[in-house]
T-cell receptor, first 114, second 113 residues
Framework: KAGVTQTPRYLIKTRGQQVTLSCSPI?????VSWYQQTPGQGLQFLFE???????NKGNFPGRFSGRQFSNSRSEMNVSTLELGDSALYLC?????????????FGPGTRLTVL | AQSVTQPDIHITVSEGASLELRCNYS??????LFWYVQSPGQGLQLLLK??????LVQGIKGFEAEFKRSQSSFNLRKPSVHWSDAAEYFC???????????FGAGTTVTVRA
């Protein structure tokens, strides 16, 4: 079974731009979570979606948003990029009907803001 | 509030020697505990998890971890380290139907020949 895939793997943007990152979960997984990883703050939870509904949200500004589609694929969007948004963005999927509460991570998208 | 502390930022170990990584957690309910490993430029790979039952859990790559409720700890061990074990290791805590994992700051493991 294919793992979690994330596209693109690398992105370079400039301050003020916006960016959209994509995540395809493991087949059959309906929950998708997003995390930001930076050297200074470590791994921080952004939000979690299940059946196209956001169920859980971390402590990030409104510039960070997400959505989930009917096929469980998810996107996250960051508007008005700041230098501090440079990070590795990780997506994880889980299967509430099966291996409950275990999150499987993708390879991440490395975002650089110049 | 939930939190995880990994006291060791960096550990250097000789190939073939044993390894133990420490993890202490704080969680208001029954904790679900995880260890993940991350190689440079990669995502997180699940090594093992503890939900309930036997407090000594076995994972992939020869790793094991022991849950000690009285000490709020979930330490990771490997009897004999291989050069390929050089990576960063993260301990995480969550709960039933809690899809927000809290991670420790990570421990970087260097393996010397």
């Amino acid at each position: 079974k294919a793992g979690v895939t994330q596209t693109p793997r690398y992105l370079i943007k400039t301050r003020g731009q916006q960016v959209t990152l994509s995540c395809s979960p493991i087949s059959g997984h309906r929950s998708v979570s997003w995390y930001q990883q930076t050297p200074g703050q470590g791994l921080q939870f952004l939000f979690e979606y299940f059946s196209e509904t956001q169920r859980n949200k971390g402590n990030f500004p409104g510039r960070f948003s997400g959505r989930q589609f009917s096929n469980s694929r998810s996107e996250m969007n960051v508007s008005t990029l700041e230098l501090g948004d440079s990070a590795l963005y990780l997506c994880a999927s889980s299967n509430p009907a099966g291996d409950t509460d275990t999150q499987y991570f993708g390879p991440g998208t490395r975002l650089t803001v110049l | 509030a939930q939190s995880v502390t990994q006291p060791d930022i960096h550990i250097t170990v000789s190939e073939g020697a044993s390894l133990e990584l420490r993890c202490n957690y704080s969680y208001g309910a029954t904790p679900y505990l995880f260890w993940y490993v991350q190689s440079p430029g990669q995502g997180l790979q699940l090594l093992l998890k503890y939900f309930s039952g036997d407090t000594l859990v076995q994972g992939i790559k020869g790793f094991e971890a022991e849950f000690k409720r009285s000490q709020s700890s979930f330490n990771l061990r490997k009897p004999s380290v291989h050069w390929s074990d050089a990576a960063e290791y993260f301990c995480a805590v969550g709960g039933s139907n809690d899809y927000k994992l809290s991670f420790g700051a990570g421990t970087t493991v260097t393996v010397r020949a």
